[in-house]
């Protein structure tokens, strides 16, 4: 008894023990790695040592591997030329859009001239019906507002993208840190209102006080018009204008990220700037004070025989409702 194995022994014939089963040893993944194939591998390969296919299966296997291959070459000379055919018609409907696109630019900028003569047109016309003294009045407010054209000593802020940043087939900036975003101009234009400008515009687009500077895609809208780079931020104002703008964090932010990106940032002084008027059309805004509600009678004066005063739906008082009962 004491040479006979015991049931389960790995190392009895019976179990596979001569034929190195893998061990489940405490250490299984090691085990995993160092023998990673399974023992049907070798058995199969064993077993085709032994009795090797016939010579009716190895011709059907070449014949199934030629035809699964003319199947895949033929599907791939489908697509391929499905591919070169609609290549004729995506270049034409390119083409088709661009001149589209080409066709409404040059309507725009005829509008814009046209909107332009008639602006200047209704401008004489109401300088000439307005006495000298109202005229002026109310060419100081344009100026003020942003409605009417400036010219004036003050500075130029220009930024642009750092010319690694460019694609090399488009040209256009890509995205990075080392491109100008819509929140640098937006900075820039904060920090001239606060040092005193009192005209800005950015490209030839004027700022107003509901003017926006913002992005859609890769493109910054000033007035929902796009603006390119080189950005140039100009603005009119004091002496000290300069001074103050370099002086902020927006210039010293700025400056560090020329430094670190290679995007360029300037300021200088310029004189005899002119800002043209915003190309905004302009909706004047009336404030008028509220309607005064009427008191209303009181419980005391009504009689049984009198006519019921109607009351507001949904509560118990008879008070009138802040807003004097309506916009």
């Not at 800005?200 to 992005?215: C, E, K």
């Not at 025989?305 to 118990?316: A, C, D, E, M």
Request: glycine residues 10%; hydrophobic residues 35%.
């Amino acid at each position: 008894m004491t040479g006979s194995p015991r049931d389960g022994d790995d190392r009895d014939p019976r179990h596979g023990g001569g034929r190195g089963d893998r061990v489940f040893a405490p250490d299984f993944l090691t085990e995993l790695f160092r023998n990673p194939l399974d023992h049907g591998y070798a058995d199969a390969a064993a077993r085709r040592r032994v009795e090797p296919p016939s010579p009716a299966r190895v011709r059907s296997g070449r014949v199934v591997s030629a035809v699964v291959l003319v199947a895949l070459g033929f599907l791939f000379a489908v697509a391929y030329r499905q591919t070169v055919a609609e290549e004729p018609d995506r270049s034409q409907a390119r083409s088709g859009l661009v001149s589209q696109i080409r066709e409404r630019q040059e309507e725009t900028d005829r509008l814009t001239r046209r909107a332009e003569q008639l602006r200047e047109e209704v401008t004489r016309q109401r300088d000439a019906a307005l006495t000298r003294s109202a005229a002026a009045r109310l060419r100081d407010l344009e100026a003020t507002t942003g409605l009417g054209r400036v010219r004036g000593d003050g500075l130029v802020v220009q930024l642009a993208d750092a010319p690694g940043n460019q694609d090399a087939v488009t040209g256009a900036g890509g995205p990075g840190p080392g491109r100008v975003l819509y929140r640098d101009l937006q900075m820039v234009a904060n920090a001239l209102w606060a040092a005193g400008a009192e005209a800005i515009a950015v490209n030839d687009q004027r700022l107003t006080s509901t003017s926006t500077i913002r992005s859609a895609g890769e493109a910054i809208l000033v007035d929902f018009r796009p603006v390119t780079g080189p950005y140039r931020v100009s603005a009119i104002g004091p002496d000290g204008m300069r001074r103050q703008f370099e002086a902020s964090t927006t210039a010293a932010l700025l400056r560090r990220v020329a430094d670190e990106t290679g995007l360029s940032f300037g300021s200088r002084d310029a004189d005899d700037l002119t800002l043209p008027e915003a190309a905004t059309n302009s909706q004047l805004r009336y404030a008028s004070p509220p309607v005064t509600p009427s008191p209303s009678p009181s419980p005391s004066s009504s009689t049984a025989g009198s006519s019921s005063v109607p009351r507001p739906s949904g509560s118990g008082t008879s008070s009138p409702s802040p807003s004097g009962g309506g916009r």
